[in-house]
Nanobody, 119 residues
């Protein structure tokens, strides 16, 4: 099991940028696929982005492609989400998640960090 702590959320104007960080505990972080998800008010949690354990491959939701970038530094047990050109519809609680090797689901979740984009 890995413990995840997100940070970097806040209030930003439309068109602005934020960088979210997710710090992970545990010695096996570099074997996990990592993802970011978000839950907007009154809506279900949805996938935003994911990155392979090596950082060699990434996936993005269509709604954030070209604006968000996921990255990781395994030596720091940290994964990042750089969010540019933010829109009011990006307002949500953002969650970091870890998928263990061999698992088809994300097994461990952080508590989330609030991102609010004003128009």
């Amino acid at each position: 099991q890995v413990q995840l702590v997100e940070s970097g959320g806040g209030l930003v104007q439309a068109g602005g940028s934020l960088r979210l960080s997710c710090a992970a505990s545990g010695r096996t972080f570099n074997t996990y696929r990592m993802g970011w998800f978000r839950r907007a008010p009154g809506k279900a949690r949805v996938f935003v982005a994911a990155i392979a354990w090596s950082g060699s491959s990434t996936d993005y939701a269509d709604s954030v492609k070209g604006r968000f970038t996921i990255s990781r530094v395994n030596a720091k047990n940290t994964v990042y989400l750089q969010m540019n050109s933010l829109k009011p519809e990006d307002t949500a609680v953002y969650y970091c998640a870890a998928q263990r090797t061999g698992s088809s689901n994300y097994n461990d979740w952080g508590q989330g960090t609030q991102v609010t984009v004003s128009s």
